[in-house]
């Protein structure tokens, strides 16, 4: 059974700074992986999509990579911003096309 | 619309009651999920439905809780003499296809008193 683990829980940092969230999972045989932003209250929103072939997906000020064989992504965020303090979520796709969330990484920037 | 539409937004039953959850999926998209986050908990899988082929029901966790889709569009999840560990958010995604990047609605706020 697939476990997708977000270390650490929960993290704050000031403003203007750079961070990486981490995502990790036991079962590297993925089709692919999606980084999620929830803001309190609200329904999830597709940050980033990795197919199981890429190394990262870049947009914006984020940037997110995939080592497959190690179980691992990470989501960089560059010079952080108080808007982007919400609930980061990964998640995995496997063949029988169901995702598998991780438990989500709550940032706090501080202005 | 534009995104993924859920209703009720919230909803407030009696133990023992049943209620039904409306998802509009993202019009041409065939792939429609439903999950559930219970508070200060990960998103549980429920059901997933995929164009014409028989949906996966692996996710629902017991026979008081089903869901079909119609015409390929809106889903209705039907939660029967509902309890009260039923209590949570339950979201909808679509997507175009399968594996695809997921849009989802902002949730119905299940409470079950």
């Known amino acids: 059974k697939q476990e997708v683990t977000q270390i650490p829980a929960a993290l704050s940092v000031p403003e203007g700074e750079n961070l990486v969230l981490n995502c990790s999972f036991t079962?590297?045989?993925?089709?692919?992986l999606q980084w999620f932003r929830q803001d309190p209250g609200k329904g999830l929103t597709s940050l980033l999509l990795i197919q199981s072939s890429q190394r990262e997906q870049t947009s914006g000020r984020l940037n997110a990579s995939l080592d497959k064989s190690s179980g691992r992504s990470t989501l960089y965020i560059a010079a952080s911003q108080p808007g982007d303090s919400a609930t980061y979520l990964c998640a995995v796709s496997h063949r029988n096309e169901k995702l598998t969330f991780g438990t989500g990484t709550r940032l706090t920037i501080i202005p | 619309g534009a995104g993924v539409s859920q209703s009720p937004s919230n909803k407030v039953t009696e133990k023992g009651k049943d209620v039904e959850l409306r998802c509009d999926p993202i019009?041409?998209?065939?792939?429609l999920y439903w999950y559930r986050q219970s508070l200060g908990q990960g998103l549980e899988f429920l059901i997933y439905?995929?164009?014409?082929?028989?949906?996966?029901k692996s996710g629902l966790p017991s026979d008081r809780f089903s869901a079909e889709r119609t015409g390929g569009s809106v889903s209705t999840l039907t939660i029967q003499r509902t309890q009260q560990e039923d209590s949570a958010v339950y979201l909808c995604?679509?997507?175009?296809?399968?594996?695809?990047?997921?849009?989802f609605g902002s949730g119905t706020q299940l409470s079950v008193l």
């Open positions: 995604a679509s997507s175009p296809t399968a594996r695809q990047k997921l849009f």
């Open positions: 079962d590297s045989a993925i089709y692919n």
């Open positions: 019009s041409g998209h065939t792939a």
């Open positions: 439905f995929q164009g014409n082929s028989a949906p996966d």
